[in-house]
């Protein structure tokens, strides 16, 4: 059912600006577009029209929150005109009763169900291991781990620019950076200066709307937005905050707006995304950032055994390597200096792991440039004017294309596989190159230990013995009157239904949540971009080590959310 949704949406994206930044799954003919999913999906048993109404169906993908026509039968649910009587409502109240009293116990096969693993790789196109010959590596937040503490620094760095060369007033030097506050994926809305979480199908999450540090209430979101779908007009004034800023970006962002609107000023919200956006932009291209790190590797940079490990095997496999980075060569270098050549053993350097490396590479133009590759003197730190027609190990290399690299490797489509952490400039391109891409995203760890936890899965086999006595008394009362038992029991089971989500979603980020999913449960727009342009995500590359190199990595069967979700049953608390 889920995928035949999914499938028959028509997602619109929105180029935005110079940076590509804002990307959105954007409006579609929703309605239109279920029903005939719905339609193929339940093939003969709905009719073209008239017997849908209730908007639940969207939330819960289960076919007994339909209010079909009368005589239906559908996967047990019965829709029976008959059954609209009293009693029904009676059946389903005793059931609602008895799960309340289960819902005092963990049930102790919660304990016994299998977890995900943390360090898994999850599938969204088959992969086959076999097949890759060629291993490509962005950098940061790729092969480099870093501490929380260059948030910290990013942020820091950016808000002294803006008081110091934009003017900005002293009391922004005040603020610290929230590492509680932001998650990734968000977007900015640079008309009306909230921050918005999103669900796939570009609404505004009911608990995701800020602005600057304040959640907006659901009747402000109505008044501002009018809807919570996000329409044409407003779609052109939106970023997305992905890549591995978009932490300190978010916080430095927010802060302000806060500080601006407590103090009455009069400001444009779109000015504070670019100076905010110009600053961080700025702390990286002076260098500032790339020379505190390397000034305190241990602070910053976290060294990392099991990554030479992955390297060398790769290596010892006859596989080509090549990193492909925007950072200038002296913080890789240095970078990974720090990082691994503890691990490499018999003084050798990180640069024998690899065949090609390119710096600054200018990604994502990179993937549609025909920029020429210039080759860089580390001595010197000049680039040299000759062209170049081959891409040696011993050299470094700067700028080019992917047209070039093609043309010199000779690295062809899917036998090559590429690294990285940032949707646009790390998935995008190489996917529409025809690489296989790999999506290295470092919060998923935590995510999964979080929906590993008891007290998560707890709240998800309740949540869904909810949904699916709402299903009932949705399916049950069709024609007769709604009198005041059925609606009491309604208000229940809804409240009950918001408490649970309430429950998961306070276990993530305090502010929006997860950063993979909605409140409702569904995708957020974040994983809908992963599930459209990453092969396969997991948590670091070294992960890779674990899966043997002949491996077939293939989609679950039974795909929940994502791949790395899991269902866990209602049933769990009957007869515990
Ligand atoms: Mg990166």
């Not at 028959?8 to 799954?25: G, I």
């Amino acid at each position: 059912m889920y995928e035949a949704v999914f499938l028959a949406l028509h997602f619109r994206q929105l180029r935005a600006d110079d940076k590509n930044k804002s990307v959105l799954p954007l409006s579609f003919s929703l309605s239109f577009a279920l029903m005939a999913a719905l339609r193929r999906s339940l093939g003969v048993f709905l009719p073209a029209s008239k017997h849908f109404l209730n908007s639940s169906l969207l939330a819960n993908a289960n076919p007994c929150h339909l209010t079909p026509a009368r005589g239906f039968k559908l996967d047990g649910c019965n829709f029976d005109a008959d059954s609209s009587s009293p009693d029904e409502i009676t059946k389903i109240r005793n059931e609602f009763e008895e799960a309340k009293k289960n819902f005092l116990n963990i049930p102790a096969a919660l304990k016994e169900m299998p977890t995900m693993n943390p360090e898994g790789i999850y599938v969204n196109k088959n992969l086959k291991l076999d097949d890759l010959h060629v291993y490509g590596f962005d950098y940061d937040y790729t092969l480099s781990h870093y501490s929380e503490h260059l948030q910290v620094l990013i942020y820091y760095l950016a808000k002294k620019h803006l008081v110091h060369e934009l003017k900005y007033p002293d009391s922004c030097l005040q603020f610290e950076y929230d590492s509680k506050f932001p998650v990734r994926g968000l977007y900015y809305d640079r008309q009306k200066g909230c921050l918005l979480k999103l669900d796939f199908f570009g609404s505004i999450e009911t608990d995701g709307c800020f602005h600057g540090r304040r959640k907006l209430t659901l009747d402000e979101i109505k008044e501002l937005y009018g809807t919570r779908h996000i329409g044409r007009n407003h779609q052109r004034g939106l970023v997305a905050l992905m890549d591995f800023f978009c932490f300190s970006e978010a916080c430095l962002i927010a802060d302000i707006i806060q500080h601006f609107t407590d103090a009455k000023l009069d400001f444009d919200a779109s000015y504070v995304y670019e100076d905010v956006n110009h600053a961080i932009q700025h702390v990286h291209r002076s260098g500032l950032v790339h020379r505190q790190i390397l000034a305190e590797p241990h602070k910053f940079l976290v060294k990392n055994e099991r990554v030479v490990q992955f390297l060398q095997m790769l290596k010892e496999k006859g596989k080509k390597l090549f990193l492909l980075t925007n950072s200038p060569f002296y913080f890789v270098d240095g970078g990974m200096h720090y990082m691994l050549e503890d691990y490499i053993g018999n003084g050798s350097s990180w640069r024998e792991l690899f065949d090609v490396v390119i710096a600054q590479a200018n990604k994502p133009t990179f993937y549609n440039s025909e920029y020429p590759f210039r080759c860089y003197d580390i001595e010197k730190d000049t680039l040299a004017f000759t062209p170049v027609d081959k891409l040696l190990p011993n050299e470094v290399y700067y700028h080019g294309s992917l047209k070039s690299f093609l043309q010199i490797t000779k690295w062809k489509g899917p036998e090559v596989i590429y690294f990285g952490d940032h949707l646009f400039s790390d998935l995008r391109g190489p996917a529409k190159a025809g690489w296989r891409t790999a999506a290295i995203i470092h919060e998923l760890e935590d995510e999964i230990k979080i929906q590993n936890s008891e007290s998560y899965r707890f709240q998800q086999a309740k949540l869904h013995i909810i949904l699916e006595l709402l299903g009932k008394i949705h399916a049950t009362v069709v024609s007769t009157e709604k009198g005041q038992i059925y609606k009491s029991l309604l208000n229940e089971l809804n409240l009950e239904r918001q408490k649970c989500r309430a429950a998961m979603r306070d276990l993530f980020n305090s502010s929006f949540g997860a950063t993979f999913l909605t409140d409702t449960g569904k995708e957020s727009s974040f994983a809908y971009h992963i599930h459209q342009h990453a092969d396969v995500y997991t948590s670091k590359p070294e992960n890779f080590l674990a899966y043997p190199p002949e491996s077939w990595l293939h989609p679950p069967y039974d795909v929940k959310i994502m791949p790395h979700h899991v269902k866990v049953p209602g049933r769990l608390f009957k007869g515990s």
